[in-house]
Nanobody, 118 residues
């Protein structure tokens, strides 16, 4: 069955950059062309919030807090979804989760921790 596996988290200083990756294993198709992809994040003691999405047609959307700093994109032949994060701020510190879905079906990764120091 399809599994989503995130990587790329780590510790960076304010103003730095990270690129998160999410590999959809177990699919022979261009997974993120047939499913909406997204990134969520959850800080300690906080609710999980939507960060960015990309539709099957490639249309992107972002939370206001990350517009102009984050970019969601995909590499379809590699079945990989990315989140490029630039100009990072301490308030970006959270566990980031990859997600994907279509009508009636949803997938979630286990998360990768991003810590931004000040």
């Amino acid at each position: 069955q399809v599994q989503l596996v995130e990587s790329g988290g780590g510790l960076v200083q304010t103003g730095g950059s990270l690129r998160l990756s999410c590999v959809a294993s177990g699919s022979s198709l261009s997974f993120f062309s047939f499913n909406t992809g997204g990134w969520y994040r959850q800080a300690p003691g906080q609710q999980r919030e939507l960060v960015a999405t990309i539709s099957r047609a490639g249309i992107t959307d972002y939370a206001d807090s990350v517009k102009g700093r984050f970019t969601i994109f995909r590499d379809n032949p590699k079945n990989t979804l990315y989140l490029q994060m630039n100009k990072l701020k301490p308030e970006d510190t959270a566990v980031y989760y990859c997600s994907a879905g279509r009508l009636g079906t949803n997938y979630w990764g286990k998360g990768t921790l991003v810590t931004v120091s000040s």
